[in-house]
């Protein structure tokens, strides 16, 4: 069997716009023939994949799965919500939550290059979906989670999954109660489980900058500081889960309606489907000539 260098693979890679992984294996399949590797990715369909590849998935759903102590959130994106929606989709985001959870891989490169079926790795596996689907997909991040036998997992997701919340509480195994700890999480977005978590650069930008709001309103300097440290208590419990009105009964904190359950939250993750994702903007004329051109 030839040698494959990562030289080669990153040659293909830049000929046919395939996965590192599909690359790595059609070169071993073809004992490093360049041309023959290339053949190998179009009869396999993967280079159709390929000229999916500039485009923006920022549409899809997240899932949430549990199986005894262990949890898993992930994020898989599609182009169009018109395809988040489709079964065949829904049958891909099912079938990497299960595999994600029996797996647990470190990180998103392992994820992808850890094998779902016999000799299929995970992004082989998405690649097929896509040529069947006819979108970019992607596996985009996940999180998983790990309890005791003390412990409860909450798990959430709104909007069919446009935003999913997963979350671990200590002291009770009421699945309820983490369930609504959950939701609250969703609807609230908490950067933080408690104000300690929170950075002191981050606490210290935050600082200057309400000082100077405080400064512009012409207050006199002897009551900055007041009204800083309160603006600055405020800003600390909009974004701690604990401090923050609970969304079922404001009357009361999360941390007050956790703590009357005898628990405490150990950890919790949230996923909204394209946050962060530039989306590339097109009118509708230039979209439908795009399409009849292609």
Known sequence: ???????????????????????????VETNGDI???????????????AKKADRIAAEGI???LTDGNFAVLLEVNAETDFVAKNEG???VVKELS????ASKPADLEAALASEINA???????????MNKIGEKLSLRRFVIMEKNETSAFGAYLHMGGRI??????????????AKDVAMHIAAVNPKYITRDEVAPEELAHEKEVLTQQALNEGKPANIVEKMITGR??????????????????????????????GAKVLEFARFEVGEGIEKREENFAEEVMNQINN
């Open 89 to 91: 989709f829904q049958t």
């Open 164 to 177: 999913g919340a997963l979350t671990v509480i200590e002291g009770t195994t009421d699945e309820a109660t």
């Open 232 to 261: 600055l208590n405020k800003f600390l419990s909009d974004i701690s889960l604990v401090d923050q009105p609970f969304v079922k009964n404001p009357d009361v904190t999360v941390g007050k309606f956790v703590e009357e359950k």
């Open 119 to 129: 000799g299929e790795t995970v992004e082989t596996y998405i690649t097929t979906a």
């Open 98 to 101: 299960e595999h994600l959870l």
């Open 62 to 64: 997240t899932n949430v």
């Open 35 to 49: 041309d023959a590797a290339i053949d190998y990715l179009r009869e396999k369909g993967i280079s159709n994949a």
């Open 1 to 27: 069997m030839a040698q494959i260098s990562a030289a080669q693979v990153k040659e293909l890679r830049e000929k046919t716009g395939a996965g590192m992984m599909d690359c790595k294996k059609a070169l």
